[in-house]
């Protein structure tokens, strides 16, 4: 017998749906508290503010990231290289998807530019705890400066997100990937 979706799962999956379509900023808690059909008291027995609500979203995006990360590890667990080009053959194969909206952890920095607002310093945390681990991985592989090659595929990372969701027509997966090949090569050589 399947769980019941508890009344926090049901409004932190309609706001991750919401959030991640329509922006942070543009959606209310009275929305999401109409479409998550929970009450009002109970939406605030869960989540004391949208702070909290916002901060709950990005981290359950960034499990989602973090699993992509072990699959990589997972699939290939003898070649480093081989796990860092299947995490951008990933993110290739999400910009394919009609609903692809970028990256939620820069679109949530972008939208709240403060540093301090709690939805920024988390995002900021939370993409750096991702990144991070790439970094392990390019040392595993032995990459001569596995920060530098870190720092580079973020780069592209970013940027092949941001061309997939803002300019989709431009975007060429075999342009990104032979891109990254040559990086990881240029390292490891």
Known sequence: MEKKESAKERILRVATDLFYREGVRAVGIDRIILESGVAKASF??????????VVAYLEQRHSISMARIDEA?????????????FLFESLANRLDDPDFRGCPFMNTSVEFPDSDHPGHRKSAELRQQQWDRVTQI?????????NELSVQLRMMYSGAMMIGYVNK???RREYLLNAVRTLIKKQLD
């Open 73 to 85: 590890e997972r699939r290939y667990p003898d070649s480093p290289a081989d796990q860092l080009l």
């Open 138 to 146: 390019a040392e595993r592989a032995g990459a001569k400066d596995p």
């Open 169 to 171: 027509s431009d975007f």
């Open 44 to 53: 605030y027995r869960n989540f004391a503010t949208k702070d909290d609500l």
